[in-house]
Structure formats: structure tokens, C-alpha cells
């Protein structure tokens, strides 16, 4: 039972050597958001991430953290050498000083080189891309295959019988992938759940519910969405932020706990609680499911 994608991009070499790269990654592992001149890059938040296509000097820069405790930071980064004026492959990384305040520094700083290899963890984005996207969605009882080719982009996804697979392609200019994913979720009403809601559809549903000004129809259609989708406990912590006490988000991720996807993840779900006695609520909750 698994969604397998193969993925084959083929990268356009002069855009490597014309333009800036910027990555930023947290030394103590704390998810971020990325906001590159108030424009907010990543939906969910991260713990490393490269964006490429940069062509200003620099930029500022504003790092959100998952964790609301801990202040943002404001920063600026280059991507050119002070001296040679040469676009460079620059690392910043969010580091924790001698006082104990989070600071984004430069890490590293090198020619910017053809034939860049991701690591499993590493997050991209295309900067300033203009994207279009294609959804392929299937509803399957039997076994079924999705092939998409589009110019520069080559993919192939098999799905096994009684799941929904879905697949998110956003091609960039010149045919460049500015970002995928690809997900399935069990038959609605099981809670045997291995796939997480496409960022898509979910960003989409997030703003419908964030949009609405009263709590009990923010509830109802946080409720729709969990019955029929599985979630990320990531997803779980977007929604929650938007409903509006804390009794309500101990309601909802109680609900939402057999229908993530990572539930190993799932005691970082307290952060979002500003009451301590929700907080250990929901730590009770889980100690009783087992974590």
C-alpha cells in the first residue's frame, strides 16, 4: 500500500550561474516560516530551506517560528560577493547566542555550482516564479496509475486499491517544478491513515475557515475537513491556531488524533495551548493513547 512518484526535472544551467541562492536552516531543529520581503515562501513551516532565482543584492528577510513563544527575527541577506560581485550559494543558519536569543548568521558562502543534489529534509523554492498548477485526483477501488508529462517534468504515480490519490504540480517559468506533492488518504470514514490532505486543497480550506467570524461555524467546517480527510500534525496546528479559545483546540485535536498521519509527532501540538492547564489536559490525552 504506498503511492510511489518518480520525479525527473531537468534544470536550466545558465539560471544556476545568473541568479543568487539563500539557504536558511535552524541549528536546534525549530520550524519556520520564510517571509522574503513580507511575501510569506513556505506554507508550512520548515526546518531548512534553499530559494533559488534570487537577483537582488539582498533582501529582507523575516524568520516566523512554529513555536510562538520564540520571537521572529529580522534580517538581512546577500546574494552577491562583496568584492567580485558574483552571484553566490549562501547559508545563513538561526542560531542561539551566549544570552540565549535566536539569530540568523551567516554560516557559509560559496561560487554558486551547476548540478545541485537536495537532501531529504531540504525544502525549495523557486523565487518569483510564475506557476500554474495541475491537480490529478483518483478515487480508486481498483489498482490505477496517473502519468503526467509537461514540459521539463516527467511523473508516475501508483496507487493500490481503497486509497485517494492525489497529485499537486506547480511548473515555474521555462518549465521549472517550483514544488510538488503527492498524497493519498485511506477510504473516508477509516482511520487507518498514511497520507496527509494535499497542501492545495488544505490551504484553501485553512483560509474558508480563518475567513469566517463566528467560532461555531470555524468549528463545523474544522470538523468537515477532518471527516473527511486524514491530516499532518502540522495541519492539525494550522487549524487549531485559527479556532478561537483553547478549550476549543483541545476539542478539535482530540478528534483530529486518529486521523494523523505522524502521530509520533503529535505532543508538539501543545505549543499551540496558551492555558497550562489545556496543556496538561492534552499531555494526559496523549499518555492515555499511548504516547
Partial sequence: MRIILLLFVAVVPFLSFSQGVVTVFSEDGDRFYLVVNGIKQNPMPQTNIRIDGLVAVNYRVKIVFEDTTKEAINSNVYTQNAISHEYVEATYRIKRTKKGELKLRLFSSTPVAPGFTPTPDLYIIHYGSTTTTTTTTVNNQNNASINVNIPDVQMNVNAQPGFNASMNVNVGN??????????????????????????????????????????????????????????????????????????????????????????????????????????????????????
Avoid at 198 to 225: H, M, P, Q, W, Y
Avoid at 262 to 271: F, I, K, L, M
Fill in 174 to 291: 521555462n518549465g521549472r517544478m517550483a514544488g510538488s506533492q503527492t498524497t493519498g488518504t485511506r477510504k473516508v470514514g477509516s482511520a487507518d491513515c498514511h497520507f496527509a490532505m494535499d497542501g492545495i486543497s488544505f490551504d484553501r480550506s485553512l483560509a474558508e475557515i480563518r475567513d469566517e467570524l463566528s467560532s461555531t461555524v470555524k468549528e463545523n467546517k474544522a470538523a468537515a475537513i477532518l471527516a473527511n480527510n486524514c491530516l499532518s500534525t502540522d495541519q492539525v496546528i494550522e487549524i487549531s491556531k485559527v479556532l478561537g479559545s483553547d478549550i476549543d483546540r483541545l476539542i478539535f485535536v482530540r478528534k483530529a488524533y486518529p486521523r494523523v498521519t505522524d502521530q509520533g509527532s503529535y505532543p508538539r501540538v501543545q505549543y499551540i495551548f496558551s492555558d497550562q492547564l489545556r496543556i496538561k489536559e492534552f499531555n494526559e490525552f496523549l499518555a492515555n493513547v499511548g504516547q
